[in-house]
């Protein structure tokens, strides 16, 4: 079982569900992220999805998108992500880690040279956010021999045949979009979470199932948990950083604070 696989059964076993953070590397900058990995490991985060800066996303919602220019002009390109990952691994970084990012920077790499540098790093898994599951069986099969966990997304608008496409593909967990549209904060859990889920289930077997889009405060994270086997959080966290930057305030700090209330939650 990869270090992804045992998160979710730790959590499992407690009671719980599983905590997935979201952060955007670089973001006010690498020195920064650097210090901010192990911090939310200690303040609860079971997994943690490292945002790789793109400048033309398209899942993401306005706050990761200022978070993905901050990353780029502090000089966040993928291989200095792979760099900084390699150095917290050295620091005895050992919570999970899942790179979260586009297409065109790993194929500018090379698929082969990514999935290599990315294991030696200490990379877990890999999330290719525009890469669609029928053309991912080759990146998968790459991945899986470095060791790596293809993680793949399912939307409320994804058919079963996808679902069923994704569960063969996919290691790790199998990441659920609550609602159609781009990350960010919303007000709300949305209606036919519980069934969107049990038809993900269906088609991915026993894999994890992590649902995120839209999910930022205790409560939310609370609902979700009674759903899923984990949580992913982003947008509300990438804002509790851009709050403290603007306010003069250590921006590690106001993470790692969100991400206590937000761990405290997750029990069934």
Request: charged share 20%; glycine share 10%; proline share 6%.
């Amino acid at each position: 079982m990869s270090r992804i696989g045992r998160a979710f059964s730790r959590a499992a076993r407690d009671g719980r569900a599983a905590l997935v953070v979201f952060v955007e590397a670089g973001d006010p900058s690498l020195e920064v992220t650097e210090r901010l990995l192990p911090a939310l490991a200690a303040a609860g985060a079971d997994v943690i999805e490292l945002g790789v800066p793109f400048s033309d996303p398209i899942a993401d919602g306005p706050a990761i998108q200022r978070a993905s220019e901050r990353g780029l002009a502090a000089g966040a390109s993928l291989s200095a992500v792979l760099d900084l990952v390699a150095r917290s691994r050295a620091s005895g970084l050992d919570v999970p880690l899942v790179l979260f990012g586009y297409a065109n920077p790993v194929l500018s790499m090379g698929e082969a040279v990514f999935a290599a540098r990315a294991a030696a790093a200490g990379v877990d898994g890999a999330l290719v956010t525009d890469l669609p599951p029928e053309e991912g069986a080759a990146f998968a099969a790459t991945l899986k021999a470095a060791r790596l966990d293809p993680v793949f997304l399912l939307a409320p608008t994804s058919p079963p045949k996808r679902a069923k496409t994704v569960g063969r593909l996919s290691r790790g967990f199998v990441y659920v979009v609550s609602r159609a549209g781009v990350t960010g904060v919303r007000a709300d859990v949305p209606s036919g979470l519980e069934e969107l889920v049990g038809r993900v289930r269906d088609g991915v077997g026993r894999l994890p199932v992590a649902v995120g889009f839209g999910i930022s405060t205790p409560a939310q994270v609370a609902a979700v948990s009674c759903l899923a086997d984990g949580v992913v959080v982003g947008s509300a966290v990438v804002l509790s950083m851009e709050d403290a930057v603007r306010g003069g305030a250590d921006p590690v700090e106001a993470a790692a604070a969100l991400v206590r209330a937000l761990a405290a939650a997750t029990s069934r």
